[in-house]
């Protein structure tokens, strides 16, 4: 359903029969902005900057410094916007610190942002605009610019179209949320944040959790964002992220929640995913090659020819060398073993 509030669009579930009725006479949330930082002194101050420069200025400003050796913790220490500082001694991940922070929050609700991105100036009086008027939705978020080398090269909602009509459904298969949503609190804290042992999919995981146990979640479709893509960043790292994605999903897999057509739609995912796993694997000289291939040639929903091609990987030493130089019969398999992934 798209509908508008307050001269502002959004991409929502239909409301509770009566919210609109009542909507004019629900104060405004009030609002915690949480940043996990790591190794961020270089990009902090633009985020800070972007939430100082907010046309409505948030209760609070809550950055987890995520054991940094850098100086993070100084430069955000010396921000004019008075920002609450948190630490950890150890790096822990985003997922950790966000946790952290949240659980210290004193707003209604949690809004997210990364450190080294920043927001478009209406973008709190935005979702609160939409989080007063639809007090029956959980998470509001908006769309993003996507940035690559300070050049803005698409929007996230390209890449991960919203969901509006089945929302516990395709939470599993792909994340939907982008990540600078508005969270109430309560939520946050009934689903157990965000997971803190990804690196990769962190997010995700948490979203799954809030959305499965029934929380309803809305977009403004537009860019008021700015996120940055850097190589240096967790997500840069193909590996990683194949491996976490694919534990991801697994765990999806595992759930006891699921409807027939979820199992079978994660059970094929997972399948797929785990082939790019071992592909990449293979390419990169993963000390995991033998692990994942055997995964591959285990699984009797794989085509007898990957399953045969997945064996040889695990078995022959000689084989690995020949896919990682890019030759070899591996690579010339279209969608099989040992192709390289895009």
Known sequence: MTSDVDGWPLLAPAPEAGLW?????????????????????????????????????????????????????????????????????????????????????????????????????????????????????????????????????????????????????????????????????????????????????????????????????????LPLADYRRRRESVTGDRGRYLRDRLELLERSARRDDLLDTERVGLADLCRRERLKTAQHALVSGATDTRRRSWQVARDRGNPGRTRALAVLAAASPPFWRMAREGRGVLRAVPGRLGQRSP
């Open 21 to 221: 009725a009542c909507s004019a006479q629900t104060r405004p949330p009030s609002i915690s902005v949480v940043i996990a930082a790591y190794q961020a002194a270089r990009w902090v101050t633009r985020a800070l900057d972007s939430v100082a420069a907010q046309t409505l200025q948030p209760m609070e400003v809550l950055v987890c410094d995520d054991g940094s050796d850098d100086e993070t913790a100084a430069v955000v220490s010396h921000h004019s916007l008075g920002v609450r500082l948190l630490r950890h001694e150890d790096n822990r991940g985003a997922g950790a610190a966000r946790n952290t922070a949240v659980s210290a929050a004193a707003g209604d609700v949690i809004v997210l942002l990364d450190a080294d991105d920043t927001w478009d100036p209406r973008r709190l009086e935005a979702l609160s605009a939409v989080l007063r008027a639809r007090s029956d939705l959980d998470i509001v978020t908006t769309d993003a610019w996507m940035v690559e080398e300070g050049r803005r090269v698409g929007r996230a909602d390209d890449l991960q179209p919203f969901e509006v009509e089945d929302q516990a459904g395709a939470i599993l298969m792909r994340n939907f949320v982008f990540g600078h949503a508005a969270v109430r609190r309560r939520v946050w804290l009934a689903a157990g944040g965000f997971a803190d042992d990804l690196q990769v999919g962190e997010d995700w995981a948490g979203w799954q959790q809030m959305i499965r146990s029934g929380a309803r979640v809305g977009m403004i479709p």
